[in-house]
């Protein structure tokens, strides 16, 4: 499609206006055409208004209904995932098969929550027949289920062009559950949320739902996000970035006349246990899984590996060996925009005045301001411990190894951690059963606890969860990946004696959905 | 017991030291026999160490161990009834019959939960088992169930001072899901918080749990309670009251370093829409079950109506005629502190200069502190829209009545409506047919609707939801009545490539507890 640089307003688009920014290759840092136009504030006003509007029947529209435009959604971007990573990777230097990849996930997770609302028993219906029998007093009809929150505002990420920006998980868990969405598309891809809002939009124009139920708006700088925070018609609040942009929304949603709930996934060391046990057999694997897993995507997913708890003492000479000749042999990383190298680059030259620098890939010949070098830090238990800004995530492709040289050091690291979305746990069965309370411990710290295995593969299924204590996230109740991700969007409503044929079909007697439902507490299919 | 007036710190009692203060008979205005001494900053800072380390086994606990706990705390309360609701009546005026029944409804949510987590499905295991086979690459074994979140802040209510106080639904729902509380008592009924924690603390002692599971602190002032909320291991609060002292705590919650839950239940108006249909047949005994509604506890349910939306012009006035006479012979109410009560009188002394006092009850003869009048107050649609101050509660005695000349004032009036815990609808069937608009607006601004019976009676089962849109509550998520109630008080935590032996039993193969676990996304209940 020719790109055109205009927000997404319901069927009509923004308006140009001299407020304008450019998506850039980060490989060259060339601006890329077109230019793109923030939106108004008038502009947001009235998105939030159709979305509001639109949401008093896609509240209201059946689980069915929203599986096919969830799937129509999904195979607009199937049927255009070349012209989307095409797109992605020049805005975001990240690699076309994994942007390719990326695509794939994005249809599958639409189509992932497609089939959960069409099966429709994720309303976790509830039915306690009336008693009017009992003593004192008789007790009524009680039904209830969940039903949608209402219009959710949903940032694009930067680390994740498709996946979890423009028709990602959080767009695709609202809409399902029947909230309209009104996306801020990242600055640093703005092309690809094109390409997605225009697929999403189509989508819903030819399942004839009302226009409001997809917004996307653009702005160079935070003045739109935090007016879609702060209107009064928006319900809920989703983010995936830093840890000061996530907690500042957590405040401006928590400083509303009405708070609202705000899910930022932020900041996460995702810790890694290796026990002595795993670097018995052979280090060298481990030590190219453990690069492999850092620096995946220029080391800028939210579950890289940043803390390496490592044996101290000899136990693993043969382990950082390996580790620092493929450290720097490795090729010049190129990171999604200028602010986030600059960023790394600042601060790893501050970690590397405080503690010692174990390997470093070569300076990056080229004169582009992504490129960045791949470094290892290393530090002893007790200097980590003392030292509470080693704890704090570094975007990019390095990592910490903290060398434990007691049993008790893992424990205690560990018990001085903040919330994390992952713990990993490196080892055999037996050492793995040695260390029950380094499990119990880490399951107070993280969403996801890993055995062997490192964390950078998050699979979107019915169990996954993609949360933690905060800073890693902003709710630990709650997952943005895999199908329970969901229940971020609805609350439940509890419906009194009322007639059955004006009860929402998932509370009917005849069950005419046949869902999973509980009656006086009890899973049952059946009717009442 | 004899009552000592020291807080309950684990197995230790506090120190007796100079902050007093004393619970006080609301029928005569005398104080009560002991004194109560406010815990001291370094007693809660130990009493939040002793939980978060009773968390460790505590959080590891069977179902069953809680059950059994759950339960002897239940046979306590029954046992001790007489003792319980004696004192409460000396502590609150509200009348022995409500008390006995409210014990009776502590004890039973007690057994509730305990029922709930003995079956152990509660914890949403879900187990997405590996694919070795699936290409590009295998897909791990995943699995999920919840954990509880850490210790648990409660906020005795004044106006249960049994089932939603100190062994209120709060903490049975917290100790279920396998969560420490510290009780921060009310300081109105002091004694009755004591009894309840006297047995809380025997139970605690006689399953053999640690001391740190339980705690009750009393304090006059807000010096514990705002160290408890702002302390780092505490990780959620609960509290039913005022809209003032609940968003001051939500706030405090939110400002921390690291954000907690904080799940506060408000302010509520409960409105009534009466249909036309329902003053056709019997209006005088409509009118006799909204005056038992809203004078039902003196006005002090959190689920009174407090806003009565009624048809115009001629329609109502058999109804209004009833409701008069029964207001202007209204016995004087004795409300539970003479704090509430002069808020309370200055509250309607402000309304009745801004709009028309329809009727009032005499006024006492007595000079108790703590006796009120019961009033009504009209108010025409327009009236009501354009003045924000008449949808906030006065909590006591008192509703308003708001005239809806045409058909779509009603929905008008719902639309302008904020959040609240419930709504109603009385009418006939074919009425209610006629206003599903109606239905759909109030699902986003209620958490239970009510078709045909007033609002106060809310049961504890399964399906119950007592929560509802901000300013109703800080979290329309959630419930703090029934089983639901659990989880304010867990989160997911997800296993990846675990042994089947270091599993939680929840998770295993085997499905050793027999419950009720989704696989790959379907209800099973055999083994994997």
Chains 1, 2 share one sequence.
Request: glycine share 8%.
């Amino acid at each position: 499609m020719e790109l055109t640089g205009l927000s997404f307003l319901g069927s009509r688009r923004g308006a140009a206006n001299n407020t304008s920014f450019h998506g850039v290759n980060p490989q060259t840092g060339e601006a890329l055409a077109p230019a793109y136009y923030s939106a108004s504030l008038a502009e947001v006003d009235s998105a939030v208004e159709l979305a509001s509007e639109a949401f008093a029947s896609f509240s209201q529209s059946s689980g069915k209904a929203r599986a096919a435009f969830l799937r129509r959604a999904a195979d607009g971007i199937t049927t255009r995932q070349q012209e989307l990573a095409g797109r992605a990777h020049l805005e975001t230097a990240l690699p076309m098969p994994r942007l390719l990849g990326e695509a794939g996930r994005t249809a599958n997770q639409l189509r992932l929550f497609a089939d959960l609302v069409e099966e429709g028993s994720w309303v976790q219906a509830r039915i306690d027949p009336a008693l009017p029998d009992r003593q004192p007093t008789p007790r009524p009809d009680i039904r209830s289920m969940l039903r949608p929150i209402g219009p959710v505002a949903v940032f694009g990420a930067s680390n994740f062009p498709l996946a979890f920006s423009v028709a990602g998980g959080d767009t695709a868990s609202a809409l399902a559950a029947g909230c309209p969405v009104l996306v801020k598309a990242h600055p640093a891809h703005p092309g690809t949320s094109e390409i997605a809002a225009d697929i999403l939009t189509q989508a819903v124009a030819a399942e004839g739902l009302p226009p409001g139920v997809f917004t996307l708006l653009f702005d160079s700088g935070i003045e739109v996000g935090a007016t879609l925070v702060r209107h009064p018609l928006v319900r809920a609040v989703t983010f995936t970035g830093s840890l000061r942009g996530g907690r500042a929304l957590m405040d401006m949603a928590a400083a509303r006349p009405d708070p609202i709930p705000c899910f930022t996934e932020m900041s996460s060391g995702n810790p890694v246990f290796i026990l002595p046990s795993a670097l018995r057999s052979d280090p060298a694997k481990l030590a190219s899984a453990l690069f492999g897993s850092f620096t995946l995507g220029a080391g800028q997913f939210c579950t890289k590996p940043g803390i390496v708890l490592v044996p101290g003492a000899s136990g693993d000479q043969a382990f950082l060996d390996a580790l620092r000749t493929l450290v720097q042999s490795a090729p010049p990383a190129t990171l999604l925009t200028d602010g986030i190298a600059n960023t790394y680059a600042r601060a790893t030259e501050t970690r590397s005045r405080e503690i010692p620098l174990a390997a470093s890939s070569p300076l990056p010949e080229t004169s582009s301001p992504c490129h960045a070098q791949t470094k290892i830090f290393t530090v002893c238990v007790e200097e980590f411990l003392s030292n509470p800004q080693l704890t704090q995530e570094i975007f990019g492709p390095n990592t910490l190894l903290v060398h434990c040289d007691q049993p008790s050091d893992i424990l205690r690291a560990a018990r001085s951690m903040e919330g994390h979305l992952t713990a990993t746990i490196f080892g055999d069965d037996q050492d793995l059963a040695n260390h029950r309370e380094l499990i119990h411990l880490l399951e107070q710290k993280a969403g996801r606890i890993i055995f062997n295995a490192f964390p950078t593969g998050v699979e979107v299924t019915h169990a996954m969860v993609h949360g933690g204590p905060y800073p890693a996230t902003s709710d630990p109740r709650f997952t943005s990946v895999g199908s329970m991700a969901i229940y971020r969007f609805a609350r439940p409503v509890c419906f009194q004696g009322f007639p059955n044929e004006l009860l929402p079909p998932e509370l009917q007697n005849e069950n005419p959905l046949r869902i999973a439902r509980l009656l006086d507490g009890q899973p049952e299919k059946a009717a009442v």
